[in-house]
Nanobody, 119 residues
């Protein structure tokens, strides 16, 4: 089993930066695909960035070129570096760990961290 704890959210002005962290407790950190999602009030949850077990990254078009997902295996942590933030980036950011390719029960969410982009 994996527990995910996000941190790093806050209030930032447009054009600013934040780095979110997702610490994963439990075993087999590198065996999961990690995805950052976000959810704004009244909107559906949308995926933002994904990091596979092999290290490949993909991004939603809305954040491509501005956000970077990475991991530090020694710290069991996944990061989301967010630059050139815009008001439409506001929302709760959630970390997901997907191990369903090898066990259908291994699908985990963190509690989320709030990001507010406003002047």
């Amino acid at each position: 089993q994996v527990q995910l704890v996000e941190s790093g959210g806050g209030l930032v002005q447009p054009g600013g930066s934040l780095r979110l962290s997702c610490v994963a407790s439990g075993s087999s950190f590198s065996a999961y695909t990690y995805t950052w999602y976000r959810q704004a009030p009244g909107n559906q949850r949308e995926w933002v960035a994904r990091l596979t077990t092999g290290g490949s990254t993909t991004y939603a078009d809305s954040v491509k070129g501005r956000f970077t997902i990475s991991r530090d295996t020694s710290k069991s942590t996944v990061y989301l570096q967010m630059d050139s933030l815009m008001p439409e980036d506001t929302g709760v950011y959630l970390c997901n760990a997907d191990g369903t390719s090898w066990n259908p029960n291994f699908y985990y969410w963190g509690q989320g961290t709030q990001v507010t982009v406003s002047s």
